[in-house]
C-alpha cells in the first residue's frame, strides 16, 4: 500500500466522514469534468478567498459520467475555514488592506450546452437586477413627490406692494446726480415748448443750441440740469413742470385739437393758467392736450395731460380700455334695432362689433328711449355708425366711462377735475405700468 497522499485545503475525497450542510448535484461529460478539475483550484486556491461564507453557499458538489461502463465518481468537496495565525506583537502591514470582495461560484451552461464555472453572474441576470432597481428607485421618488404635494399647501400670490415714498430732498438729489440724460425732442416736449413732432421740426430748422452750438438731431442725449440749452434765443428752464392728469367733461361744440373755427377743450383751463405763475413759480406752464378724441357734437368724459407716454399708451389699443357711450335715440327701439347693432358695421375697412348693448329705463324727464353701448377699439365715430347702421336716429351722445373711471355726476359740463394716484389707477392697471 502507498502512503495516503497529503490533504488540499478544501478538498476531501469520498470515503472520508461527510461534513456537508448542502448539496448541488449535475451530470457533466468528461470535457466539462476536466474543466472543473482545472480550474477548481485555482478558484479556491486564492488566499483571500472567503471559505467560512462558501462553506454555507456550496459545501459538497458531486459529479457523475455519463458513461455507464466507468463507475460512478464522486467528489466530496469541504470548504472549511483557514487555519487561525499566531497573533504577533508586531503589525501587520499587510492588515491595513482592505479585503478582496467576496467571490460567488456561478454553475451556467456555455454555448456548447456544457456546464461550466464562473465567478461573475451571467448577464441576461445583472441586466434583470439594474431594471428592477431602477423600478423600485422610481416608485419611491414618485411617492415622495405625491407625499410633498399633500403636506405643502399651495401658495398664494403675494399681494402687490405699494411703490416706495421718497421725500422731496430725496428726489431732488437724484434727479441732480444720477438723472439719466434724455432725448432732446423729449425734453422739450416736457417743458412745454411744443408737441414732439413740432419740437423735432424746431430742431431740423437749426432753432435750437446745445451748449453754445447748433444741434440738428432730435435723438441727442441732453441733461437739462447740465447743459444750457437754447430754443428760439430763449433759454430753458432747469425745471420741468409736473404731470398733471384732468377729468374734463366735454361740452357740445367743443374740439380736442386748436382749431380757429371752434373752441378748444384746452380753453376751458384758462381760469387754471392765471393762477399757475403765483403757484409755481420758476416753472415753465405745461402744454396740455386730450388723451384722444371726441367728435363736436360728442358731450361726456375726456382725459387731459401732459404726459405724453400715457396719453400713447391709454390711446393703444393694447391698453383694451373698454369706453361706455349713453346714446339717446329719436323714436322707439325695438328688439331688432338691438340685434342689428349687436351684430356690427364695418368702419374704415374693419369689422366693428360692440362689447355689449342695452336699453335703459326711461328718464321721467325725457321720453327718448336711451342705449347703454360699450365698445373696445373706439375708433372714428364708431357708435355713431353702429346706430346709423341700425335703422335709429341719434339725438345725442355721451361717453360716460374710460375703463374703470365714471364720469362724476356733480361734475358739470365744461368743468373739470385733477385726478389722484387711485383715480388714474381705475383707468387702466396695464396702461400706467410704467407711469
Request: hydrophobic share 35%.
Amino acid at each position: 500500500l502507498s502512503p495516503p497522499s497529503p490533504p488540499v485545503v478544501g478538498a476531501r475525497c469520498a470515503t472520508s466522514p461527510p461534513r456537508v450542510m448542502a448539496a448541488v448535484s449535475a451530470t457533466i461529460s468528461p470535457a466539462a469534468l476536466s474543466s472543473l478539475h482545472h480550474s477548481a483550484p485555482s478558484l479556491f486556491s486564492n488566499p483571500n478567498f472567503r471559505l467560512r461564507q462558501l462553506r454555507r453557499g456550496i459545501p459538497f458538489i458531486r459529479a457523475s459520467s455519463s458513461s455507464s461502463s466507468k463507475p460512478i465518481t464522486e467528489f466530496n468537496i469541504s470548504f472549511g475555514a483557514s487555519p487561525a495565525k499566531e497573533k504577533s506583537s508586531s503589525p501587520d502591514p499587510s492588515a491595513a488592506k482592505p479585503p478582496a470582495p467576496l467571490l460567488i461560484p456561478w454553475f451556467m451552461r456555455g454555448e456548447d450546452g456544457n456546464l461550466m464555472l464562473s465567478s461573475t453572474a451571467p448577464a441576461h441576470f445583472i441586466h434583470a437586477m439594474a431594471e428592477e432597481k431602477a423600478s423600485l428607485a422610481k416608485k419611491g421618488r414618485r411617492k415622495k413627490e405625491e407625499s410633498g404635494r399633500k403636506k405643502s399647501p399651495v401658495a398664494s400670490a403675494p399681494a402687490p406692494s405699494a411703490p416706495p415714498r421718497y421725500s422731496k430732498a430725496a428726489r431732488r438729489f437724484y434727479n441732480q446726480n444720477f438723472r439719466e440724460p434724455q432725448r432732446l425732442n423729449k425734453i422739450l416736449a416736457a417743458a412745454g415748448v411744443a408737441s414732439r413732432r413740432n419740437c423735432d421740426e424746431l430742431i431740423f430748422e437749426g432753432k435750437v443750441t446745445v451748449n453754445g452750438s447748433v444741434c440738428k438731431s432730435p435723438q441727442t442725449r441732453v441733461d437739462l440740469v447740465k447743459d444750457s440749452i437754447y430754443v428760439n434765443g430763449n433759454r430753458l428752464s432747469k425745471k420741468l413742470p409736473p404731470k398733471l392728469y384732468f377729468a374734463v367733461n366735454k361740452p357740445k361744440g367743443y374740439i380736442c385739437s386748436n382749431g380757429v373755427e371752434f373752441k378748444s377743450v384746452i380753453s376751458l383751463f384758462d381760469d387754471y393758467w392765471k393762477s399757475w405763475t403765483k403757484t409755481n413759480p420758476g416753472i415753465p406752464r405745461p402744454r396740455l392736450f386730450t388723451v384722444g378724441r371726441l367728435d363736436v357734437a360728442t358731450t361726456g368724459l375726456i382725459i387731459v395731460t401732459n404726459d405724453g407716454d400715457l396719453a400713447q399708451r391709454l390711446a393703444h389699443p393694447s391698453s383694451n380700455l373698454s369706453k361706455e357711450y349713453i346714446a339717446t335715440i329719436e323714436g322707439a327701439v325695438h328688439k331688432k334695432h338691438l340685434i342689428a347693432i349687436s351684430k356690427g358695421t364695418p368702419i374704415e375697412g374693419m369689422h366693428c362689433t360692440p362689447s355689449s348693448v342695452e336699453l335703459m329705463p326711461v328718464q321721467p324727464d325725457s321720453s327718448r328711449p336711451r342705449l347703454r353701448i360699450v365698445v373696445h377699439e373706439g375708433r372714428n365715430h364708431e357708435v355713431r355708425e353702429l346706430v346709423k347702421n341700425a335703422g335709429l336716429q341719434l339725438h345725442s351722445l355721451k361717453r360716460a366711462r374710460i375703463g374703470g373711471y365714471k364720469l362724476p355726476s356733480g361734475l358739470g359740463l365744461g368743468k373739470y377735475v385733477e385726478l389722484k394716484q387711485g383715480e388714474l389707477e381705475l383707468l387702466g392697471r396695464k396702461a400706467l405700468m410704467s407711469t
